[in-house]
């Protein structure tokens, strides 16, 4: 996927050893699912697949397309799981290209190829359908999934207490060995350097965080996020620099996160409120910063200092 990923539990040095091959197995597993950088996983076969054809896919494919079209209509299409012809047109995917502003025209072309109400799941039978030219890119969605199926891994061996974090992502149950709860940092988001901004104390759940303060490039003194508006095709242009979302799975905590980034943080709140999730979003401020905590955060961790 890209990244690295840690694991952290309360066993025996023996008991965590002998998970080791299972853990990487469980993460490969989604990998080769879902990368669209192998060219025979499920989403890369789709995506050279023909318009109105079914193309069988693994059933955890099925389950995060279908979580992930769940997303895109509760968000009105911020998240949209079909966006991979802007990412690559930005140069924020597999292919290589040079950092620069596309055309408008070549803008317009990638955004006839977006929109995510022509993927259709047929989770009976684990297939996926287009009807008109799409193509799949569930990188803000299928590493929170990874985390999900390796701490259900953990707790179908009897493990109770332990941290996943892959890319960022996390899910968390139980406590450290002194019964203190897990502490979980969000960092500051500044490109410059990397500090924490607020630390959070942790017990059963997930957390994920999206930004716009790590991936991007600059041209003629303009900054430009790897977080691209589905609606315009460009990327955003708010003073929104991060989002998090604590939920009870990590996959659909890691979709939102990218869908409040999207929307910025007035509309970010009022979906938050209506999905009753726990968000907790840094804005701009001139030099420094502004908080904004949904009534879930306030009500897990009481409003901010």
């Known amino acids: 996927m890209g990244t690295s990923y840690t694991v952290s539990l309360v066993a ?24 669209t950088y192998l060219p025979r996983s499920d989403v890369s076969r789709f995506n050279e697949s023909p318009v109105d054809g079914w ?15 769940e997303v895109a209509e509760a968000s009105n299409g911020a998240f949209d799981p079909t966006v991979g012809p802007l990412v690559d047109l930005w140069g924020f995917g597999p292919k290589e290209t040079t950092d620069q ?5 070549d803008i317009e072309a990638a955004l006839a190829m977006v929109g995510w109400q022509a993927i259709e799941v047929d989770s009976t039978a684990n297939k996926l359908r287009k009807s008109a030219p799409r193509q799949l890119d569930l990188s803000a ?24 974090e892959i890319g960022g992502e996390m899910r968390f149950s139980g406590s450290k060995p002194d019964n203190m709860p897990w502490r ?17 104390e942790v017990s059963d ?8 303060y790590r991936n991007f490039f600059e041209q003629d003194g303009q900054r430009y996020s790897h977080t691209l508006d589905p609606e315009t095709g460009y990327p955003i242009r708010h003073n929104l620099v991060s989002a998090t979302v ?21 509309d970010a709140m009022t979906l938050a409120g209506e999905l009753d999730l726990a968000v907790y979003l840094i804005q701009r401020d001139g030099e420094g910063y502004i908080e904004t905590l949904s009534a879930r955060f306030e009500s897990l961790f009481g409003q901010s200092d």
């Open 12 to 35: 025996k040095e023996s008991e965590a050893r002998a998970l080791d091959t299972e853990v990487r197995t469980a993460i490969e597993e989604v990998n080769l699912a879902m990368s």
């Open 101 to 105: 502003v596309p055309t408008e025209s």
């Open 184 to 200: 979980v940092a969000i960092e500051t988001p500044d490109s410059e350097q990397r500090s924490v901004y607020k630390v959070l």
């Open 246 to 266: 604590l939920g009870e799975r990590s996959v659909l905590s890691d979709a939102y996160a990218t869908a409040f980034m999207v929307m910025g943080a007035e």
């Open 205 to 212: 759940g997930a957390m994920a965080t999206s930004g716009d």
């Open 55 to 69: 193309i069988a896919v693994s059933p955890m494919t099925a389950e995060v397309v279908s979580l992930a079209l």
């Open 141 to 164: 969605i299928a590493k929170g999934y990874a985390v999900d199926q390796v701490a259900s891994l953990l707790e179908v061996r009897g493990f109770e207490n332990y941290m996943v």
